[in-house]
């Protein structure tokens, strides 16, 4: 497991890519962003699987 922490304001389309790829270069399967700067810390993770698009 990878686990991006980050504080900003949000999390940024750019974010989703860079884990991704920390996912394929650690080969690992599933990776976290997580993002400090929001009121309720539920709101500010991101879970992503590699191999799977969770947009659908």
Same mark, same amino acid.
């Not at 690992?28 to 699987?49: D, E, Q, T």
């Given at each position: 497991?990878?686990? #991006?922490?980050?504080? &900003?304001? =949000?999390? #940024?389309? &750019?974010? #989703?890519? =860079? !884990? $991704?790829?920390? !996912?394929?270069?650690? /080969?690992?399967? &599933? *990776? $976290?962003?997580?993002?400090?700067?929001?009121?309720? $810390?539920?709101? *500010?993770?991101? =879970?992503?699987? !590699? *191999? !799977?698009d #969770? /947009?659908?």
């Amino acid at each position: 497991m990878v686990v #991006e922490a980050k504080a &900003v304001t =949000r999390i #940024e389309p &750019v974010h #989703e890519p =860079r !884990l $991704l790829s920390y !996912l394929k270069l650690s /080969s690992a399967k &599933v *990776g $976290l962003i997580s993002n400090f700067h929001v009121p309720l $810390l539920k709101a *500010g993770i991101k =879970r992503m699987v !590699l *191999g !799977l698009d #969770e /947009s659908t």
